[in-house]
């Protein structure tokens, strides 16, 4: 009895999976009628004829991510670098992704490091660090054409990792230690120049300062003195002017030639005692005694013209 109990619910359960399918909504199912392609079977509850009617193929529709293994490339200067990366793909159509390719994802897979060796080629190693973006964009684009027929679309194209050999990666760090001592060595002669411009403006700067203060120095000074003589010059003038207007009146004549002479004597003495000379006339001697004489003589006779 148990036997018989045990292989109905076997049965049921048979008849049940081939009688029903729950396709979720993330995913399409092929079914195949007699070996022929019947219908894709959308998300939900479908029905299928027992031992007629079978869920042939299930596709993921969601957006897979597949991983490109890491393989060696040669350069367009001829250095080796593993390159590995990441491709994104969605399926499209369920139909061809089933009877198109027999397994799509290794051939996106396979597709994608034949496009990334052929990309990697027409470019050198440097290039290959600051083009990355590009290379991506022309990965996808070569991966989307020969991938139309499977019914996936792929998305885009990520290059991970782009190692070079340990040869190569020492060379690099050689040559970019010499740059950066290169650099510095611009800089700091850079700097020194730099220096010695700043020094040759600063004392040009200097000369051109004290030469402007020699200048406005002598310009004041050449002003000073033309204010001198021109107040020496009005002082003359005044004076020879009141001399003039004392010789116009009454003699005035006289007293300034009477000056003249007193003046003249003072001088003459004056040389007389700072020389040498110890033997004189008697008559020079007397001259200034005459002179005074003359002196109280004219002045006499204005008083009693006056009188």
């Known amino acids: 009895m148990w036997t018989f109990i045990l292989l109905s619910i076997i049965l049921m359960y048979f008849i049940f999976t081939r ?26 509850f479908h029905f299928l004829v027992p031992f007629i009617d079978r869920p042939a ?15 060696t490339c040669i350069t367009n200067d001829n250095i080796e670098v593993a390159v590995d990366g990441l491709v994104y793909i969605k399926v499209m159509d369920a139909y061809k992704a089933s009877y198109g390719i027999s397994n799509y994802q290794a051939a996106a897979v396979n597709l994608a490091q034949t496009t990334m060796r052929s990309e990697i080629g027409k470019i050198t190693l440097d290039d290959t660090f600051s083009e990355r973006e590009q290379m991506n964009e022309n990965i996808v684009r070569e991966i989307d054409k020969a991938s139309n027929p499977w019914g996936i679309k792929v998305l885009r ?43 040759s403006e600063g004392k040009q700067s200097s000369q051109v300062l004290v030469s402007e203060a020699n200048r406005q120095k002598r310009i004041n000074e050449a002003r000073g003195k033309a204010k001198e003589i021109e107040l020496v010059a009005n002082a003359t003038a005044k004076g020879i002017e009141r001399i003039a207007d004392a010789m116009q009146r009454p003699g005035g004549e006289l007293a300034v030639k009477t000056k003249l002479v007193e003046q003249y004597i003072d001088e003459f003495g004056k040389i007389i005692e700072s020389s040498n000379v110890t033997v004189l006339p008697t008559e020079t001697a007397n001259l200034k005694t005459f002179f005074e004489g003359v002196s109280k003589v004219s002045d006499h006779t204005k008083d009693g013209g006056t009188k």
């Open 19 to 44: 009688l029903f399918i729950i396709v979720e909504f993330r995913e399409e199912v092929i079914q195949e009628r007699l070996g022929k392609f019947k219908k894709n079977l959308k998300p939900g």
């Open 57 to 71: 193929y299930s596709r993921e529709m969601r957006e897979q991510v597949l991983d490109v293994p890491s393989q």
């Open 157 to 199: 194209y990520e290059i991970k990792n782009i190692r070079p050999s340990n040869e190569i990666v020492d060379t690099m760090e050689k040559q970019m230690e010499a740059e950066r001592e290169k650099r510095a060595e611009i800089t700091h002669s850079e700097g020194f120049r730099q220096a010695r411009i700043n020094e």
